[in-house]
């Protein structure tokens, strides 16, 4: 909205068509307030008019680019970014190719214009590789073309000494695929010759201030412009330029366009060719025959051109001092004066350098050039040289101006002449509005026939004498009263005294001025001729760039054709490029110099108002109130609007007209705002079009919506049938399946009744035949089958014999868990007794002999364990063989049980002496091992008890009944080796004998009854004993003794 209150503000109108009222001073006013608040950008209806500020400004960052990027034109705020944006909008989306024609005087700000414009439609368009490089490439061709072609004059720091042109190509889808960039007329003479005050080309200071040490040495240049003739003398540098940072941005920028190393390095090798040309010193001589010649004074320099071009020095300097004419079948060779010398000198030097010039633009164009066959759209971007007038003007401003004239006409015929002219073709009512046609004076100029070029061609291919008066001459006989043209002569003719107009000069009435041109230098400007010497020289050199540069120096290719001269190339190359915009949607920039002195923000309202009336703006303006801000042909029209009318959309059957007509009936604008042609539809202001889009916007929207919520419905209905489909099928089975099942049940249940009902009816039918008592019968029948069978799996399945193997089958059946336990427990019983009978007598004997022995020790002594391996074997001594036993044996007679040596503790000191033991039925005997005779022998009733310790020793304390005789001498002893064994069997002899068990004492402490008296008994652990299994006794006094066993 903040836009549309800056259209509206009255001080300062966005739009000088909303001016009120309209008149010069309210337009400039507008101008300079706008100017003022920085707003340097002013519509004119969609012409852009730009007030060059000299100062940088904040509304070129990259915000500013996004909020005009799909901007409505007259939405935002005037910029010229909003029309580059339309420009390529309409580009993108209608397919119509444009042209940005930006105009203005020197310094006004085309050339900033211009890279603006493409700047911002390299920001705009999209991003991605191959495109990025193309847009760089696109870019960076501007600071290459500006150190060649641009140079400080009064008027403009960074004048574009050449016209522009540069076609940018775009794909369909409006990425950039590159570009054709043409170039008018380059302002050769600066080469050679400035202003005080100005500068040679750019390029020159660049490389000298920028150039390294050792790139300078290899050009065999010199630090420093003063060392330059072609150069200004005074002070070289310019305030704000950097002319060494521009030198570095300027080679990064070939290399970005793809300039190899080896072109760089040839196209300066040029350039310092042109620059030391200025160097070459002529001296005077005379011939033989008196006639002046000239010759080279210093030939340092131009043998250092010859190194550089590779070039014999003798043929350069043959070519600078003289020239070669061809007479019939003769080649004569004519010295050349001084004069003619420095002229040949600096022709050469200016020829070099436009031609370089020429191969630099067809270079960049060979990188930028898109390949063909490629479907394109095309935007043109035109940055000429703007329209001059100087004290003295020559034939470069002649041509210069009239290429501004062309363009001022193309603006006429565009913006006014043709919109009027529209009008009355489309049958639109309508009040003419008074303009100036500059036509006439492009005639004047370019008339084939009889215009200023023809007739300067005329001059120049005369033979005789041919010089400027004569042209004058005839200029003045033919344009005698014409109204734009003026000289001394036709002044004259009317008695009129301007002193401002000399002999030499004629004026003529440009749209934007009088200027008044000096003829010196037309004819020898237009024949552009460089002598043949010279081109040949060029070619013979071997510096590959530089003989390209001069093909007619070939002698193969010797023409004797007149080259076309500069006016009529020119006047060629401007038509192209009006046939070219022609062709093309254009788009204006108007730029306008706000005052001759280069000041920030300094307004000068006479030099501005100059501008306005000689850009025809006032016109323009009119035109735009009068006419009507847009038109378009119905068809397009109606197609790109049909969707605002109810009866227009979708599809409109009757003619466009009458479906324009419906569809702007339905939305109700005023009818002044709208004029229906035979063609086309005419709407007054840009508002109503603003208005039309912003509701096509919204209706696009809301269409968008309706389509998408078409689709979405579309898919969601195919997406459902499809489901329901599923569904269906998923259910048909499923059912299916269950009505299967079912069947099944009921078939299965139904053949149960069936037979159910059968058996019930066969059974009522041999009811009779049944005893009552047949299913208990059957069942015991069943029951008895099955422990039939159970017992036969069992005999046939029975487990081993072996007495330790305790398994056995489980029970088949619950009911036959009880009576399985029940055999399985006899199976084991008959098991065991089947052993136990197989066993011998003395087995057996042996047998509860361990029985015995583990009920007496088991888990009270020790010593158990150990006696578990060992048999019982009862006789130790072999009594029978050893005949020394002869006597003991007769002792035992039959009723030994056991005999065994043991060692026998003296009650005394505790001591231990050896003894045989023998355990007969009824007596218990100890003999002398050496002797073999009994030394003591006891009755079995008179033992009162047994003691032994816990551990595992073969300690006994036999205690003898005190009534005993063999008591007397007091409770024996003893160690035997077989303790378990011993004590066992006199335990079963004993109970063989008495019925009486042993009494046996398994304990720690005991006491003993000896002769002396008793004695007690403390057995004690000890770690590791003297003797092996033999216990340790220690008399501690008289009444007690230790025994140490272990
Ligand atoms: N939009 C702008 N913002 C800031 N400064 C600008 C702008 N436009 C132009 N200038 C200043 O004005 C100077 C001259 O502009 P420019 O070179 O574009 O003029 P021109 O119209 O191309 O002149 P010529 O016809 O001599 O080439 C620039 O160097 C720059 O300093
Ligand atoms: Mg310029």
């Not at 043709?418 to 100029?445: A, S």
């Not at 306005?612 to 035109?623: A, H, K, P, T």
């Not at 049980?897 to 001591?911: L, Y």
């Amino acid at each position: 909205m903040e836009a549309a209150t800056t259209l509206l503000d009255a001080e300062a109108v966005g739009d000088l068509v909303l001016l009120d009222p309209l008149t010069e001073e309210s337009l400039l006013r507008t101008l300079q307030e706008r100017f003022r608040r920085s707003d340097i950008y002013t519509y004119i209806g969609d012409v852009v008019i730009s007030v060059n500020p000299y100062r940088p400004l904040p509304i070129y960052t990259p915000e500013k680019v996004q909020e005009y990027n799909n901007c409505n034109f007259f939405a935002v705020k005037p910029h010229i970014y909003a029309i580059a944006d339309d420009a390529y909008r309409s580009l993108r989306d209608q397919d119509r190719d444009q042209c940005i024609l930006i105009t203005g005087e020197s310094g006004a700000g085309k050339t900033e214009a211009s890279k603006l414009v493409m700047s911002y439609v390299a920001a705009v368009c999209s991003k991605g590789e191959e495109v990025d490089k193309v847009k760089e490439q696109l870019l960076q061709s501007n600071p290459v073309l500006e150190a060649f072609g641009n140079a400080k004059t009064i008027r403009n720091d960074n004048s574009s000494r050449f016209g522009k042109y540069m076609d940018v190509e775009f794909d369909f889808k409006g990425e950039p695929l590159g570009g054709v960039i043409s170039n008018y007329l380059l302002e050769k003479s600066r080469i050679v010759r400035h202003t005080k005050g100005e500068r040679n080309f750019h390029i020159f200071y660049q490389l000298l201030a920028g150039g390294s040490a050792q790139l300078l040495q290899q050009l065999k240049l010199r630090q420093g412009s003063q060392h330059y003739g072609y150069l200004n003398r005074e002070k070289s540098s310019l305030p704000g330029m950097d002319d060494a940072a521009n030198f570095r941005a300027m080679q990064d920028a070939m290399a970005v366009i793809g300039f190899s190393p080896a072109e760089v390095t040839a196209l300066l090798e040029v350039t310092a060719v042109v620059l030391k040309l200025g160097n070459v010193e002529l001296s005077s001589c005379y011939q033989a025959s008196g006639m002046e010649a000239c010759s080279i004074a210093e030939p340092r320099e131009l043998h250092e051109i010859c190194e550089l071009i590779k070039l014999d020095p003798g043929t350069l300097e043959q070519a600078l001092c003289s020239r070669t004419v061809k007479a019939r079948d003769e080649t004569v060779l004519t010295a050349l004066s001084v004069s003619q010398g420095y002229y040949c000198r600096d022709a050469l030097a200016k020829n070099i350098y436009s031609r370089l010039f020429d191969w630099l633009v067809n270079r960049i164009n060979t990188s930028i050039q898109v390949k063909p066959g490629k479907q394109r759209k095309v935007m043109g971007v035109l940055d000429i040289y703007g329209f001059e007038i100087f004290q003295d003007n020559g034939f470069e401003q002649f041509i210069i101006n009239y290429c501004n004239e062309k363009l001022q006409q193309i603006f006429i015929l565009m913006t006014l002449k043709e919109e009027q002219e529209e009008y009355v073709r489309e049958g639109i009512k309508w009040t003419p509005v008074e303009f100036f046609d500059n036509g006439i004076i492009c005639d004047l100029i370019e008339n084939s026939k009889c215009g200023i070029l023809a007739m300067l061609d005329e001059e120049c291919l005369r033979p005789g004498v041919v010089n400027e008066d004569t042209f004058v001459t005839k200029l003045n006989q033919r344009f005698a009263t014409h109204k734009h043209y003026e000289s001394k002569e036709t002044q004259n003719a009317k008695h009129v005294t301007d002193l401002s107009l000399p002999q030499h000069c004629f004026r003529i009435h440009h749209y934007a001025g009088k200027v008044t041109y000096n003829v010196t230098g037309f004819i020898e400007k237009n024949n552009d001729l460089l002598f043949r010497d010279l081109s040949q020289a060029m070619w013979a050199a071997r510096h590959t760039l530089l003989r390209s540069l001069f093909p007619e120096g070939d002698p193969q290719k010797v023409s004797l054709k007149l080259p076309p001269t500069a006016g009529f190339q020119f006047k060629n190359s401007v038509a192209t490029l009006m046939k070219n915009l022609y062709s093309k949607n254009p788009n204006y920039i108007r730029c306008i110099k706000p005052n001759d002195t280069k000041t920030a923000m300094l307004f000068t309202p006479e030099l501005v108002l100059a501008q306005i009336r000689y850009l025809g703006l006032m016109e323009n303006v009119r035109v735009r109130r009068a006419g009507y801000a847009f038109r378009q042909l119905y068809n397009p029209f109606l197609q790109r609007y049909k969707m605002l009318g109810s009866k227009t959309w979708p599809r409109w059957s009757g003619s466009d007209r009458e479906g324009t007509e419906v569809l702007l009936s339905e939305l109700k604008f005023p009818p002044e705002e709208l004029a229906y042609g035979y063609t086309k539809i005419f709407i007054r202001s840009p508002r109503t079009l603003f208005d039309l889009e912003k509701r096509r916007q919204e209706r696009i929207n809301e269409l968008a919506t309706l389509i998408q919520k078409m689709f979405r419905g579309w898919r969601c209905r195919t997406q459902y049938q499809l489901m329901r489909k599923s569904q269906i099928i998923i259910s048909a089975w499923f059912r299916g399946h269950a009505q299967k099942n079912k069947y099944k049940q009921m078939k299965r249940s139904v053949l149960l009744l069936q037979a159910y009902a059968r058996g019930w009816k066969v059974r009522r039918m041999y009811r009779r035949y049944f005893r009552s008592d047949a299913s208990t019968r059957l069942a015991n029948f069943i029951y008895r089958r099955l422990v039939q069978k159970f017992l036969v799996g069992l005999q046939k399945n029975l487990p081993p014999m072996s007495v330790q193997d305790r398994t056995w089958p489980p029970a088949p059946y619950k009911f036959l868990a009880g009576a399985n336990q029940e055999l399985k427990n006899i199976f084991y019983h008959w098991k065991c007794k089947k052993y136990r009978d197989q066993l011998t007598p003395q087995r057996k004997a042996l047998l509860q002999a361990k029985l015995c022995a583990s009920e007496l020790f088991k888990d009270k002594k020790t010593l158990y364990s150990k006696s578990l391996q060992q048999p019982f074997q009862g006789e130790y001594l072999g009594l029978t063989q050893n005949p020394k036993y002869q006597k003991l044996h007769a002792v035992a007679k039959d009723k030994l049980v056991m005999a065994e040596s043991v060692m026998k503790v003296n009650r005394a000191n505790g001591k231990t002496v050896p003894r045989l033991l023998l355990l007969t039925t009824e007596h218990l005997v100890l003999a002398d091992p050496k002797a073999a005779q009994p030394k003591t022998v006891l009755s079995l009733s008179d033992i009162h008890s047994v003691s032994v310790t816990r551990f595992s020793d073969g300690l006994l304390a036999l205690h003898l009944k005190e009534t005993s005789t063999a008591g007397n001498k007091g409770d024996l002893l003893l160690v035997s080796s077989h303790l378990i064994e011993l004590i066992t069997r006199l335990h079963q002899t004993l109970m063989a004998a008495t019925s009486q068990a042993l009494a046996l004492h398994i304990t720690d402490q005991f006491s003993t009854r000896f002769q002396k008296g008793d004695v007690a008994i403390t057995v004690v652990e000890s770690a590791k004993g003297s003797n092996d299994d033999i216990p340790i006794c220690k008399k501690r006094g008289s009444h007690k003794m230790e025994v140490l066993v272990h």
